[in-house]
């Protein structure tokens, strides 16, 4: 059985995510984690092959007063960050709703994203998607990123 760690504050978007691992992966234990503090907290207690991961998000949970803050538009790139000063050896799978990262202040389109992202936070990033609720054909695309061996 392997561990899922799905980082995503949009609740319609985190149901989308792991209607497709459950259906690709099937027997998998999913966590939800929806903030750049509370996916730290998860990736470093560890236990997770693989994260999937949202570019935008808050920097703590949305609960209690005052929320969470605003979502940061590098919040998923602020979790790889400090998840290469953790060695993290999880492989990363990006889902966002934009075209493009910035990456040291440059907007990288996500075709080139992961290579570019794996090689600055020596971290494996496997792939970056493109969400589009509206669309069903990045449903696909997700399901063969899930489809590898993690050892």
Do not use: H
């Not at 319609?12 to 730290?40: M, N, P, Q, W, Y």
């Not at 969470?68 to 999880?90: D, I, K, M, T």
């Amino acid at each position: 059985m392997m561990n899922v760690l799905v980082v995503e504050d949009d609740e319609f978007k985190a149901a989308d995510i792991v209607r497709l691992i459950s259906e690709a992966i099937g027997s998998a234990t999913i966590t939800r984690a929806a903030s750049v503090t509370s996916a730290l907290r998860a990736i470093t207690a560890g236990g997770f092959p693989l994260v999937i991961l949202d570019m935008s998000l808050p920097t703590f949970d949305l609960s209690g007063p005052g929320g969470g803050g605003s979502p940061q538009s590098q919040g998923g790139v602020e979790v790889l960050r400090l998840a290469s000063r953790l060695a993290s050896e999880c492989v990363y799978l990006v889902v966002t709703q934009y075209p493009d990262i910035e990456i040291d202040g440059r907007e990288v389109p996500l075709a080139k994203a992961a290579k570019q992202l794996s090689s600055r936070f020596k971290v494996n990033v496997k792939e970056c998607l493109l969400y589009e609720f509206d669309r069903d054909d990045w449903q696909a695309s997700f399901s063969r990123a899930l489809t590898f061996d993690i050892t």
